[in-house]
């Protein structure tokens, strides 16, 4: 009994030193820090998450979707461009009107979202019409994104404790997680989280070759060690250009980023026949993404469908998204009409100043920049450390450069959080170089009091964390993306028309993914919406949706002047006598959205309008009757 009472003393002592100082304890700073990291998630969704918002996101969702159900990468969003060019340059000359093949998203995002979508009960990816938001949107698309988030955190915890040391980490690891950009990012349903999953895990693949075949020398001022080729140094570089060529299938734009990690390479393989293996790496990337290069060629007759031409309209030849939504564009005209070299020289330089300043700066956290900017002039002793942070200086300047010559901008109503800002897939290597220096600094300030020190890395704390706090303070956003739309009302209105039946709007990807029915977005006049009536679709258009994504707009800019001019008479409310489209009625919420339909297809129906537990109580919206007056302008 003695030796029992001993042996069960011994086995609590050993368990209660385990949990204080072994490896117990770092099993509870683990689970400590994944129940953060799942809290700040609950809260952060329940405050700001309102369903799919943005174009690109609902865009890929509903590629998504027809994937999952044999379709192949099939859209429900045509563009006016894409009818154009595919039947003037396909083989058979036939824009594929029911069967339209997407000309413009890469693969990758929307072939994952589909192995998801195909993990669901049937009927979950059927719209309900008392659901506030879509279900795929809450159950899959979402935890997905964050679930990328987490991982990336991850990754960027251990990666930094190997270029410095665990209190950098912590601290970087810590201030990433409370990022207010990055979370935003988390709910967008934009392909950014996995994009920046896997290019740091491409990068870091070449880090931890560079590590295998550059080792720091054992000593300070020991001279550096070249150690031989192994299989895992092989495959290191190799999965690197597979994951880079993984994300080219993510976001096209990100093929800039072939250039400063084959000079990683070159660099991490000097005096190792280089340039070979830089060329080896090349040909992996190019070999990942020829098969979809292949098929946008067969489908289309250009490698990257008509995303070519999208970026054209951010050169300054074109307004908007007026090229896109154009029948007859006449593109390569518009393009000579913007001038020679020097007039393109002049817009470079013009774009330049704005890319800089907003594209660099928008990246994440401008403190993080700040100190990542003030510390590229200290030289720190490991080699290693030095190149990474000059490929990610090197990558940096790539992405401003090729968001500069496209007109890309990552600024879209005072947030960052658009498709198009690549250079997030920096920021949390950024923060943790300008952690590194931040504490750099530190450790040279002789503070007399402990007590000092800790204040400053709580204040340096408090304004990277501060944009999320005021994010989730009150007041709470609205539970609708409204304007420009209500799902919903956008779902109520696409049952009233059956699958077969083809429509048109401003909005056409809330149509496509919320209401699930084919919508061609708004032509640039109303003669190419004739045309595309008469000749284009199978029976024409049976209805038009008209939204505050177009009426909010500046009234002469863009309304009478702009981009949608060729819509001034309609906007007006002087309607053509021979338009198609007789019936028209206003929509809930209000009367800021117009339906124009080849007949009532609204009578005797109600539009239930999911509403907020404090509104409950009020009665549900119903749809006005027929006739109801055309548009007026705003």
Known sequence: ????????????????????????????????????ALSLGLIYTASQFRGLEKREAMDQAQIARNLARGEGFTT????????????????????????????????????????????????????????????PERWVILPFNQLCLLATLVLVFFWARELFDTRIAVTAGLLLLFSDLLWE?????????????????????????????????????????????????????????????LCFLTRYTMGIMVVPLALYVARILRGRSRWLWVGLYAIVFLAVIAPWLVRNQEVSGRLLGIATYEWRQNTGAFNGDSLVRSYHPDADDALAEAGGVRKQFSKFLTYSRKSVYNNFFNMGSGLF???????????FRRADVTGLRRTVLGGLLAGVLILTVL?????????????????????????????????????????????TRAAAIGLFGLLNVAPILYTLLPPRRSPYPYPPYVPAVTHAVGAWFDKSEIGCSDLPWAMAWTADRRCVWLPMNVQEFYELHDFVTPKGFSFLMLTPYMLDRPLTSELFKGEYEGWSGVIRGRMPKEFPLKSVTTLPPGTDQFLFADRARWKDKVIVEPLPPEEKKKPATEAPPEPAPAPAAK
């Not at 693969?107 to 008392?130: H, M, R, S, T």
């Not at 920049?369 to 030289?379: E, K, N, Q, S």
Request: proline share 7%.
């Open 1 to 36: 009994m003695a030796k029992s009472g001993k042996l069960t003393e011994s086995t609590i002592q050993n368990a209660v030193w385990q949990i204080e100082l072994g490896r117990g304890k770092v099993v509870v700073y683990w689970v400590l820090l994944t129940l953060l």
């Open 76 to 135: 429900q969003v045509i563009r006016p461009l894409s009818l154009w060019h595919l039947k003037n340059f396909s083989k058979d000359r036939d824009p594929k009107v029911l069967a339209h093949p997407d000309l413009t998203n890469p693969p990758l995002y929307p072939l994952v979202l589909a192995g998801l979508f195909k993990l669901l009960p049937p009927g979950v990816l059927e719209f309900q019409p008392d659901d506030r938001m879509y279900a």
């Open 185 to 245: 990012f988390g709910i967008s349903g934009l392909s950014s989280n996995l994009l920046v999953l896997l290019f740091l895990s491409s990068l870091y693949c070449l880090y931890r070759a560079d590590r295998l075949l550059n080792p720091p020398a054992a000593t300070e001022g020991a001279p550096a060690t070249v150690a031989p080729f192994t299989s895992a140094s092989v495959a290191w570089i190799l999965g690197s250009a597979v994951l880079l060529g």
């Open 369 to 379: 920049v700040g100190f990542y900017v003030v510390g590229l002039l200290y030289a």
């Open 407 to 451: 007109g890309i901008e990552t600024q879209s109503a005072g947030s960052g959080v658009t498709g198009s800002n690549i250079l997030v897939v920096f920021f949390p290597l950024v923060a943790v170089y300008a952690v590194a220096f931040f504490y750099l600094l530190l450790d040279r300030i002789p503070f007399r009091i402990q007590l």
